[in-house]
């Protein structure tokens, strides 16, 4: 029988630290030593087990259901590598996925200044990792 315990702080602060919790303004120190956090997520679960941590003194002062226009996620989308988020970034660019595609992958290697199957593969790698995560995010 092995017991591995995480250290007291670790176990509090970890429903905070959470993936799936997306901090959406950096944290407000008040002048009473109160911090003000405004945080999301796709599962309302997840947020309410912050209510749950003993040592936190929380107040809930709002949950409201929206729909996200605009933020920044750069922590949880999966790792491109850097010929891969270059390969992504001048296919979206130069207008590959639009319909009519506006650019095929020969021309876009000779931006990339690598052969066409190389640029491919790093494009398909890409999407690989991408498209699943987008999908699986779809709400």
């Known amino acids: 029988f ?10 509090y602060y970890s429903p905070v ?12 120190q008040r002048t009473d030593g109160f911090e003000d956090w405004e945080l999301a997520s796709w599962d309302k679960e997840t947020l309410m087990r912050i209510m749950d941590v003993p040592v936190f003194d929380v107040e809930l002062i709002y949950i409201k259901q929206t729909k996200l226009t ?34 095929d992958l020969e021309k ?17 790698r890409a999407e690989k990792k991408l ?4 999908t699986e995010n779809i709400s």
């Open 2 to 11: 092995t017991l591995n315990e995480e250290p007291l702080e670790k176990q």
């Open 17 to 28: 630290f959470d993936p799936k919790i997306i901090q959406v303004k950096p944290v407000a």
């Open 70 to 103: 605009d933020i920044f996620l750069p922590h949880i989308y999966p790792k491109l590598s850097p010929k891969q988020k270059e390969a992504i970034e001048l296919a979206v660019k130069h207008g590959y996925y639009q319909y009519p595609r506006k650019i």
């Open 131 to 134: 498209i699943p995560f987008l």
């Open 108 to 124: 876009l290697a000779k931006i990339a200044k690598v052969k066409r199957q190389t640029f491919q593969e790093n494009l398909r």
